[in-house]
């Protein structure tokens, strides 16, 4: 194991799973990224292997036939996996989230009916609350569920669903008519369940095509069109009782995937260090490598520090939740603080490589393009502050 980004405390377990998944990423994912990623070709052979050894079961409670395991072991298996390609992580990313919604908020019927299909991975899920004119301000989204009998009726237009296409069932934010004072006491998660693929995958439900993006392909990127789509009040997160519960049942869902941010954060961070730095110990100039010089030396420095401080605040934030602690204020810090450092960290290590970073043949070319993924995903830095400060100022409150 590498001195960077150890995490004290982890059990036996833990550990074997992480030395499984670090192997799996080196023998099985990075060979292969740079070609399926430059094809934007969905990783079969690689999601098989991940299905085999469980990884899509990993937080699924054993009593539903998961792996039953932490936060934690999620966001360090989360890392290795983006280590190798962040699109891989984006497949099990997203389905995480929703086993842990279904597990926290889902009834007892929900739970039995999708966590052992979801546990192997023969139903993976995808996450819903962005819009066309809708991103941070989630109390501004406009898709609909209207009430007709014992079933309701939505419309409307999502936007950035990973996995929309691949997924069976989406957990999907949209407004219902609860008569609550705030808007976010009228809004409902469901659970839309649809066939894999592209097209009207459930009457009224259609996935229109892949966006195309500059970074992190390989995974589908889609939109979701719901016109007319009837679904039964049983498909309400958590069953009927729990309509108006959507905005909080979702945020708790946010909390883990900031960590989750936050870990693929550090996952790419570490594999532009290693590239970094095993460049700079090739390549010599004025008659010595690269690394020898002080100008490089101290990038490395600066590298590996910003490394360990972003996988600290990622731990720290996904123990707090596994101890039933709210994490928003740390998973906030732990995705802001990640996401920037990588960004940093990837720019300095294409720096090192110099004309080679430019080339398609070189790795960093990709990280290049995936970093900035995490400066918006699962809310911008500004996002994270705004949170941060508003938790910060409740807790020193002038007396």
Known sequence: ??????????????????????????????????????????????????????LFGLTIPEEYG?????LLTYA??????????????????????????VGQHGSEEQKQRLLPRMATGDVRGAFSMSE?????????????????????????QKMWLTNGAYSSVV??????????????????????????GFGETAPGLTIPGKIEKMGYKGVETTEMVLDGHRVPESA?????????????????????????????????????????????????????????????????????????ASHALMVNAARLKDSGERNDVEAGMAKLLASEYCHEIVTESFRIHGGYGFSKEYEIERLMREAPFLLIGEGTSEIQKTIISRGLLKEYRSR
């Not at 982890?10 to 292969?32: C, G, H, M, N, Y």
């Not at 992580?89 to 929703?98: A, D, E, K, L, R």
């Open 236 to 308: 309400i997160l958590g069953g009927a009782d729990k309509a108006g519960r959507g905005f909080y049942q979702m945020m708790d869902g946010i909390e883990v995937g900031r960590v989750n941010v936050a870990a693929r954060a550090c996952g790419i961070s570490i594999r532009a260090f290693e590239l970094a730095v095993a460049y700079a110990q090739q390549r010599s100039t004025f008659g010595k490598p690269i690394a020898q010089h002080q100008a490089i030396a101290f990038k490395l420095a600066e590298m590996g520090t910003k490394i360990e």
């Open 76 to 101: 360090l298996v989360v890392e290795e996996l983006s280590r190798g390609w962040m699109s891989v992580s984006g497949i099990v990313n997203t389905h995480f989230i929703v086993a842990y919604l």
């Open 171 to 196: 957990a999907t934010l949209v407004k219902t008519d609860q008569g609550a004072d705030s808007v976010y006491g009228n809004m409902t998660t469901f659970l839309l369940e649809k066939e894999p």
């Open 1 to 54: 194991m590498a001195r960077l980004a150890r995490t004290p405390g982890l059990s036996d377990v833990q550990t074997a799973i992480l030395e499984t998944v670090r192997e799996f990423a080196d023998k099985e994912i990075i060979p292969r990224a740079q070609r399926l990623e430059h094809a934007d070709e969905y990783p079969e052979e690689i999601l098989a292997g991940m299905k085999e050894m469980g």
């Open 132 to 156: 066309p004119e809708t991103g941070s301000d989630v109390s501004a989204i406009k898709t609909r569920a209207v009430r007709d009998g014992d079933t309701y009726v939505l419309n409307g």
């Open 66 to 70: 998961g792996l039953g395991e932490s």
